[in-house]
């Protein structure tokens, strides 16, 4: 709301305010978050070498993450291919600009680590300052398609780990309650994730 209203007003001090702090988080993110990622990833694994369930866990994460892959390539083309359409540019070369925020999402696994790098390439496609300012940050975190593709494929594959029943009621049932949270949980950090995976691949390139 106060993002709105800003957005109307003109020379106001609570917009500086508002820029001073976007700094203040960019540099938190890019100087300390992103540095301890690795280390927090470490650790992970040392607690799955300490449990014995490593290869076991691997094996079965390799997996996922293979059909996770896939089925967000095939997103992310159908979207382009869309936009494409829509605006009259070709859709191989808006997703080719947009790379490395993709890459960006994949290696920190942060949606907001991304955020800076998104918006640069956003502007790069042609997209005007004041609508990529306004989008980009906004959406970040609130259009979750890749954690939602990723957080269903997960739920899916632990259900036939388990043996339990899937039917269409239950998991669109489940979808529909996920894309009612998944606008609230980054509220909290690391709400929308569980364990702190974080996999906003998609989001790059809306």
Known sequence: MLGIGLARQQNSRLAEIAFDFENIISFIIEKVIIPLLPVFIFGIFLDMTYSGKVLMILNVFIKIIGVIFTLHILLLLLQYILAGIITGKNPFKLLRTMLPAYFTA??????AATIPVTLAQAKKTGISEEVASFVVP??????????????????????LMQGLPINFGLIAGFICMLGVTMIAAPGSAGGSHHGGHRHHCVHAGI
Do not use: D, E, P
């Not at 906004?138 to 259900?159: E, F």
């Open 138 to 159: 906004l959406c970040a975190t609130i259009h979750l398609a890749g954690s939602t593709l990723k957080i269903v494929a997960c739920v899916i594959a632990l259900m």
């Open 106 to 111: 994949l290696g920190t696994q942060s949606s």
